[in-house]
C-alpha cells in the first residue's frame, strides 16, 4: 500500500508540476511600449545621423533588455523573476528620453541653420540679381544665377520636408553657382572700386573740360557709371543725356566682338545723318586710338587674348533708344540724338570714362556685396 | 497493480513524446515572414513609408524574440502557436505594406509627371509674356535678363526628366516645382512691367490733356 502511494505520486507530481507551469502567474514582464515608441520616433528623425554613438548604445541596451525578458520568460513560472528586468527598463526609458531630447535639439539647431543659410543665399541672389541689371551682365552670369536660384528654391522645399541633409547639398550647388555668378561680374565692379583708375579717368575729364574752355570748343564727356552724356561747350555744361550701353558697356573695350566701351580720349571722325546710320543718326569715333592699340598688343603679347584676335572698331554715339542693348557704342533717344548731332563737328573731342566718383554705385554694389560675403 | 502504473507512466511518457515531437520551431514561418519583409523593402517601403517599414521591422522582431522564449523553454514545454500567429501577422503586413509601398511610389510618379507638366506650363506662359512685354526704355534690359532666365529655367527642365527616370520621383518633383516657382516669379516681373509701362502712359495721356 505504501509503495502504490510512492508510485502514485511519482505519476501525479509531474502533471502538478506542468499544471502549475502553465497556470501560475508570476508577476508580468515590464512593459516596453514606452521603450518602442521611443525608438520608432529616433528612428524617424534620424538619430543615427544626429547622435550615432548614443543612438547605437541605445539600441544595444534594448537588445540586452529583451534578451533578459526572453530569458525570464523561457523559465518555469514559477522561478520568473522581473525585478532586474523592470530596473533595466526604467533605465533605458530615461536613456531614450535623453537620447531622443538632445536628437531633437541637434535636429532643430540644424534646421535653423539650414533656415538661416538658404535666407542668407536669397539675400545673396538679390544682391546679385540687382548688379546684374545694374552693369547689363551677360547671359552667362544670369543663367548662373538662374541655376543658384533654383538650387535654392530645390533647397527650401527639402527643408520644408525635413530633409536637411539633402537641402544642405542644394545649398552647396546654389552656392558654387552663386559664386561663378559672382566672378563673373565682380571684376567690372572692381574697375570702379579702382582709385588709380578713377584718378586716371578725372585727369582725363578735367584736361577735356579745359581743353573746351581754352580752345573755345564744344567736348563731350561719357561717363559710364552714371550713365550720362554730358555736353561742354567754353568749358562749360550745356545739356546732359541718359545714354544706354550694351551687356559689357561696363568693362573698357579690348578687341573686336567683346562688346565692351572703350575708355580714353577719341574725337568724332564723322557725322552720319538719317539714312546713312543703322541706328538713326551716329557720331563716329576714333577708336581704336594710340592707347587702344598698345594695350591690344600688350594683351597679346602676354597672351591674354587669342593671337589671332582683332581690334574692332566702329565705335559711334548713336541714336535707337537708350535701353541698353548696344555692341559698345553709346546709344542715346533719337530726339536727344537731334540735339547732339546739331551741337557737334567732326574734330569734337569725345572722352569716356567710367566714373569720376569713388562714391559711385558700383562701388556701394561692391561693398554690399564684401560686406554681405564677411557676414 | 503493477501493470496498471506501467500503462499510466506509458501513457504519460507518450504524451509527453507526443508534445515535445509537436513542439517544432517554425522555421518556415520564420522564413516566409522575412522574405515577406525583405521584399516589401526592395519595393521601397522604406523610402516611401518609412514608419510603417519600421513598425513592420519591430513586429518581425517581436515574432523572432516570441521564437526565442520558446527556444529557451524546457523542450516538453515549448509551445509555437503565438509566434507562428505573430509570424503569420508579419507577413500579412509585410504583403500589405508591399502593395502600399507601390502604391505611394505610382502616385509620386504620377506627382512628378504632372509637376513636369506644370513647369512646361508655367515656362510656356512666362515665355508669351515675355513676348509682349514693353520692350521700352527702363524695361528692355530688365526683360532682356528674364528672358535669360527662363531660358535657364527652361535648359533645366532636363534634369526634371533625368530624375524621373531615375525613380527618384521626390527629387524630380522639387526640381519641376522650383522651376514652376522660378518661371511664374519672372511672369509676376513681366506682369509688374507691363502695369507700370501703362501707368507711365496713363499719366503721359494726363499730362497732355491738362495742357
Known amino acids: ?375 | 497493480m503493477k501493470r496498471v502504473i506501467k500503462i499510466s507512466l506509458s501513457c504519460f511518457l507518450i504524451t509527453l513524446l507526443f508534445i515535445a515531437g509537436c513542439a517544432k520551431p517554425p522555421t518556415e514561418d520564420i522564413d516566409s515572414a522575412k522574405q515577406a519583409v525583405e521584399s516589401a523593402k526592395s519595393a521601397g517601403a522604406e523610402k516611401y513609408l518609412p514608419d510603417n517599414a519600421k513598425g513592420l521591422d519591430d513586429e518581425l522582431s517581436a515574432a523572432l524574440d516570441e521564437v526565442k522564449v520558446q527556444d529557451g523553454k524546457f523542450p516538453l514545454l515549448r509551445k509555437y502557436d503565438k509566434a507562428k500567429e505573430m509570424l503569420a501577422s508579419v507577413r500579412t503586413n509585410a504583403e500589405k505594406l508591399k502593395a502600399d509601398t507601390l502604391a505611394k511610389k505610382e502616385e509620386a510618379k504620377k506627382n512628378a509627371i504632372a509637376s513636369l507638366g506644370e513647369a512646361n506650363s508655367s515656362i510656356s506662359n512666362a515665355k508669351t509674356m515675355l513676348e509682349k512685354a514693353p520692350a521700352g526704355k527702363e524695361t528692355k534690359a530688365e526683360i532682356e535678363a528674364l528672358k535669360g532666365d527662363i531660358k535657364a529655367a527652361e535648359d533645366s527642365l532636363h534634369e526634371v526628366q533625368k530624375a524621373t527616370d531615375g525613380e527618384d520621383y521626390s527629387g524630380a518633383t522639387a526640381k519641376a516645382n522650383s522651376i514652376k516657382g522660378k518661371a511664374d516669379s519672372v511672369s509676376a516681373q513681366v506682369q509688374q512691367a507691363i502695369e507700370k509701362v501703362e501707368a507711365a502712359k496713363k499719366a503721359k495721356g494726363k499730362k497732355k490733356g491738362k495742357k
Open chain 1, 1 to 375: 500500500m505504501q509503495n502504490l502511494s510512492i508510485n502514485g505520486r511519482a505519476i501525479v507530481l509531474p502533471f502538478i508540476f506542468i499544471i502549475l507551469s502553465y497556470s501560475c502567474n508570476s508577476s508580468p514582464p515590464p512593459e516596453i511600449k514606452p521603450i518602442e515608441d521611443i525608438d520608432r520616433e529616433l528612428y524617424r528623425i534620424d538619430a543615427d545621423k544626429y547622435l550615432p554613438d548614443g543612438y547605437l548604445r541605445f539600441k544595444l541596451n534594448i537588445k540586452v533588455l529583451k534578451d533578459k525578458i526572453i530569458h525570464e520568460k523561457s523559465r518555469f513560472s514559477l522561478l520568473r523573476n522581473y525585478e532586474e528586468v523592470y530596473k533595466i527598463t526604467k533605465g533605458i526609458i530615461d536613456e531614450g528620453n535623453e537620447v531622443l531630447r538632445i536628437v531633437r535639439t541637434k535636429r532643430d539647431e540644424k534646421r535653423q541653420m539650414v533656415f538661416d543659410k538658404i535666407k542668407s543665399l536669397k539675400d545673396r541672389v538679390k544682391i546679385i540679381d540687382e548688379l546684374t541689371l545694374k552693369i547689363n551682365a551677360g547671359i552667362q552670369a544670369r543663367k548662373r544665377l538662374t541655376l543658384g536660384d533654383l538650387a535654392i528654391k530645390e533647397a527650401k522645399i527639402s527643408l520644408e520636408n525635413g530633409k536637411y541633409d539633402s537641402a544642405l547639398e542644394k545649398i552647396e550647388t546654389a552656392y558654387t553657382f552663386l559664386v561663378d555668378a559672382e566672378k563673373l561680374v565682380t571684376p567690372i565692379l572692381r574697375r570702379y572700386a579702382h582709385n588709380d583708375l578713377i584718378v586716371k579717368w578725372r585727369r582725363f575729364v578735367n584736361d577735356t573740360i579745359k581743353e573746351s574752355g581754352r580752345e573755345k570748343i564744344t567736348a563731350i564727356i561719357v561717363d559710364k557709371a552714371e550713365r550720362t552724356l554730358t555736353l561742354y561747350k567754353n568749358g562749360k555744361i550745356i545739356i546732359t543725356f541718359n545714354i544706354g550701353l550694351g551687356n559689357n558697356g561696363y568693362k573698357d573695350k579690348l578687341l573686336s566682338g567683346d562688346g565692351a566701351t572703350p575708355e580714353g580720349r577719341y574725337h568724332i571722325t564723322k557725322k552720319a545723318g538719317e539714312g546713312e546710320s543703322k541706328y538713326y543718326k551716329a557720331l563716329l569715333l576714333n577708336y581704336p586710338n594710340q592707347d587702344d592699340k598698345r594695350e591690344f598688343l600688350r594683351a597679346k603679347q602676354r597672351g591674354l587674348i587669342s593671337k589671332t584676335s582683332k581690334i574692332g572698331g566702329l565705335i559711334e554715339i548713336h541714336g535707337g533708344g537708350n535701353d541698353g542693348t548696344t555692341y559698345g557704342c553709346i546709344a542715346l533717344e533719337n530726339h536727344d540724338m537731334d540735339k547732339l548731332f546739331e551741337m557737334v563737328t567732326v574734330g569734337t573731342p569725345v572722352t569716356i570714362v567710367g566714373t569720376i566718383n569713388p562714391n559711385n554705385e558700383f562701388y556701394n554694389s561692391l561693398k554690399k556685396l564684401e560686406a554681405y560675403l564677411k557676414t
